[in-house]
């Protein structure tokens, strides 16, 4: 049947190439996402490998298999928009009424978006390295932009998605020698960004399960009540917070305290409408007005560890529509 399709594909038939990649299109968006660290970008990219697959099929002459061609377009194609370097650029503080203490540092990777787990299902395989939660987390995702990008491409297809040496230098049109160098070059920079000598992580606990639901439910009271203390008996001592585009980020119990302080006694409120992102509870924010409709005013996803919340990322209005969520709620 494969064979069938391959030959009508080459003859020029739309459906039976649509059929033939249909089966890879969710895992070649998550592989397009983990090199580019934007939704909206990997979206665009894909359009991107599959035109270029359909145009370029008639020379597709199965020496690699249909997955293998498919990956090495798409990485190369996030490799020439990562030298494009037309990166979303950082923005200024935009709650008023609002003033944010000093940052603890200025983040790098501001174009970061998150990944909706609605487009999980069947898109991660059989990971070489990384556990399948630890493969599309933030953290993750964002380590993986400050490697150079022929590193980050190395070390995902080997890494994350198993690929051989020798594959992998097909695809990039290198040697093994080259490929094996730049992945101990990129492990080596992924474990100094990511490793922290004086933490300790417990586990996060099971997506969904009662103890995740428990303090998921916690935050919600919290912060829809702006109830502050509550808010910071649920965050690690050395919480981290992050708003991209915004390059603001914030480290520690203390300063995310006043951050929330300020947000808080500023008279915002939001309702919370829950959702998933990149394994991860996630949240549409929706602001309260006096007219009683909710405008989306961005999106929140939590990082947890035991049963505390060691990552707070809040993302623009403008991913709602990816999640399926409405930018606004009406009035109750």
């Not at 950082?90 to 990944?115: C, I, Q, Y």
């Not at 953290?139 to 190395?154: G, M």
């Not at 040697?175 to 094996?180: D, F, G, K, R, W």
């Not at 602001?287 to 919340?309: A, E, K, P, Q, Y």
Request: glycine share 8%; aromatic share 8%; with cysteine.
């Amino acid at each position: 049947m494969t064979t069938e399709l391959i030959a009508r594909a080459r003859s020029g038939d739309g459906e039976a190439f649509r059929e033939l990649t249909e089966p890879y299109r969710r895992e070649l968006l998550v592989h397009c996402y983990r090199m580019l660290g934007s939704f909206q970008d990997a979206e665009d990219v894909l359009q991107d490998t599959l035109l270029a697959a359909w145009q370029g099929f008639a020379g597709y002459g199965r020496r690699a298999s249909l997955r293998t061609w498919l990956y090495r377009i798409a990485t190369n194609r996030c490799l020439n928009a990562r030298r494009a370097a037309s990166r979303r650029a950082a923005k200024e503080w935009d709650m008023s009424k609002v003033e944010p203490p000093v940052p603890t540092r200025l983040g790098e990777v501001v174009w970061l978006e998150p990944f909706p787990d609605a487009l999980l299902e069947g898109a991660i395989g059989p990971e070489a390295r990384y556990e399948r939660t630890e493969s599309i987390s933030l953290a993750f995702v964002t380590a993986l932009q400050t490697l150079p990008p022929r590193q980050l491409a190395v070390l995902v297809l080997r890494d994350v998605l198993g690929f051989h040496a020798d594959g992998v230098a097909v695809m990039l049109d290198s040697t093994v020698e080259s490929v094996n160098s730049a992945l101990k070059r990129a492990r080596a920079g992924l474990r100094s960004r990511r490793e922290s000598p004086t933490t300790e992580r417990d586990l996060a606990p099971v997506p969904d399960s009662s103890s995740e639901r428990a303090l998921v439910e916690k935050f919600v009271r919290a912060y829809e009540s702006g109830d502050l203390g509550g808010l910071v008996a649920l965050l690690t001592d050395d919480i981290f917070v992050s708003m991209p585009p915004i390059p603001l980020e914030y480290q520690g119990r203390a300063v995310v305290a006043r951050l929330f302080a300020s947000i808080f006694s500023s008279g915002r409120r939001v309702d919370l409408v829950p959702t998933r992102a990149n394994g991860q509870p996630a949240f549409g924010a929706y602001l309260r007005t006096s007219t009683g409709i909710r405008h989306g005013s961005g999106l929140f996803v939590l990082t947890l560890t035991g049963d505390r919340i060691c990552a707070f990322s809040r993302f623009e209005s403008s991913m709602l529509a990816s999640f399926g969520l409405p930018r606004s709620l009406p009035s109750r």
